[in-house]
């Protein structure tokens, strides 16, 4: 018999969700996609349009930011999801959640979402990833404090990021 009827070949392909808010997209966030992007097929980066009235930039605004940053990726695609993430995921065929975990901090309300998650559908598994430990302390809650406090910006966010901030709270 032919190899190829005897030996049987995985032709897995896995795309990972990496979701969240992204308001706006971090360094601690790009980091993470590119670290994502290494290890998956295809990576997902999906923004919540969610109705937070505490947004400081539009759903349009942020997917226009990740793609900007992101676009020398091949494999990454920025989308946007409303509703439960595991029927988005469902839907375009993940079989992986990416989340980061950037302290201890983290880990319970991670924790209790991978499980809910798994709970709802136990074929999506949750990877974490830690990002660099120069981002350990960065989220964009502060850079948004930050910004509308007129704080520097350097290091912690792309540099057309920190443009939009600045001219958003300007
Ligand atoms: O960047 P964030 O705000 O920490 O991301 C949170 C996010 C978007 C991953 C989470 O709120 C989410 O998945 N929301 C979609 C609704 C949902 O599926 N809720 C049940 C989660 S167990």
Known sequence: MAAEHTTRLTMKTSVAIYPGSFDPVTNGHLDLIGRGEQMFDHLIVAVLKNVDKQ???????????????????????????????????RRRGAGVILRGIRAISDYEYEL??????????PRLETVFMLPGESY?????????????????????????????LRSKVS
């Open 55 to 89: 947004a400081l930039f539009s759903v349009t605004e942020r997917v226009e930011m990740l793609k900007e940053v992101t676009k020398k990726w091949g494999s990454v695609e920025i989308d946007v999801f409303d509703g439960l993430l595991v029927d988005y995921a």
């Open 136 to 164: 350990s302390y960065l989220s964009a809650k502060l850079v948004r404090e930050i910004a509308q406090l007129g704080g520097p910006l350097a290091g912690l966010v792309p540099p057309i990021v920190e443009q939009r």
């Open 112 to 121: 209790q979402m991978a499980l809910m998650n798994r709970k709802l559908e």
